[in-house]
């Protein structure tokens, strides 16, 4: 409970592609919770994962990324909230480094008082406009949390992309299952131990393990010096899509009204302009053009 993390952040973690689909199979336990006075994660990514010809995409650099990111969040982000009925000003959008499969990514992280049906509502609002496989959605000390969750946190003002990036490649050589995914905020560096739908750790370790692991890196790892700060319990789960065989997001769409709800025509057309900054982007750096 010291760590501030647990004041104002839950934490991010991408799923591999056919991790979770949550849209139709979210736990009818989670429904109507509340959840009052507890703040809930909304992890993702802007660039999209799918729907685009974007083949130099992959070689961005983290960067043009986070430029990125930082005009959607502009441009984009408010819409989707405004879609879902949501007062933007009542919840934190931040630029964060986040990493997925050894590699760190700029990510994206919405945060605010949302009971849980909202919150997998507007994460599959997110989603579906930027074609993401999966959107997390997480709250930390949450008293049904079944997550375990580690928080590594660096001295003041030394944690960035490319301290987070050695740390995370450190962590998976001295533990295998420790190089899923992170996220970052300020000077901590936060792991979870996400669970699949049979309660199977992804990392294929035990929290133990999982902390264990961690707590080595962290001993081991040189300057700028880390210590585990923190360790529990969290609620984490995905909602998502699977665009190899939904192609038009019709697992978020289902999750969302259908296709002729209100909400998903609003998103229609946001989608439109989501597209447009694309298109503009994919143009000036070079993303669209063919390898």
């Known amino acids: 409970m010291q760590s501030r993390f647990f004041a104002k952040r839950a934490s991010s973690l991408r799923t591999t592609l056919r991790a979770v689909i949550l849209a139709a199979a979210i736990p009818l336990a989670f429904q109507n919770v509340a959840a009052a006075g507890q703040k809930v994660l909304l992890s993702y990514e802007a660039t999209p994962s799918a729907g685009f010809h974007l083949p130099r995409l992959a070689q961005a650099s983290y960067d043009d990324r986070v430029a990125f990111s930082a005009e959607v969040l502009k441009e984009i982000v408010p819409k989707i909230i405004s879609a879902n009925g949501i007062d933007p000003a009542t919840l934190e959008t931040e630029v964060t480094p986040g990493g997925y499969l050894l590699k760190t990514n700029a990510s994206l992280q919405t945060e605010g008082e949302l009971d849980d049906v909202t919150a997998d509502r507007l994460a599959g609002s997110l989603g579906y406009i930027f074609r993401q496989y999966s959107v997390l959605v997480s709250r930390l000390d949450d008293t049904r949390g079944k997550t375990g969750f580690v928080v590594v946190r660096f001295p003041k003002d030394s944690l960035n992309a490319a301290v987070a990036q050695k740390f ?124």
């Open 168 to 291: 995370f490649e450190t962590a998976d050589a001295t533990t295998k299952g420790l190089g899923g995914g992170y996220t970052a905020f300020g000077d901590e560096q936060i792991f979870l131990n996400v669970t699949n739908s049979d309660g199977k750790p992804y990392s294929g370790l035990d929290d133990a393990a999982f902390l264990d692991g961690l707590k080595r890196t962290a001993a081991s790892f040189g300057a700028p010096k880390p210590e585990v700060s923190a360790s529990g319990k969290a609620v984490a789960r995905f909602v998502g899509n699977d665009w190899e065989k939904s192609k038009q997001g019709e697992d978020y769409i289902s999750l969302l009204g259908g296709a002729d709800s209100g909400l998903v025509k609003k998103l229609e057309e946001i989608s439109a302009d989501y597209a447009a900054l694309v298109a503009k982007t994919a143009e000036s750096k070079g993303w669209s053009r063919d390898e």
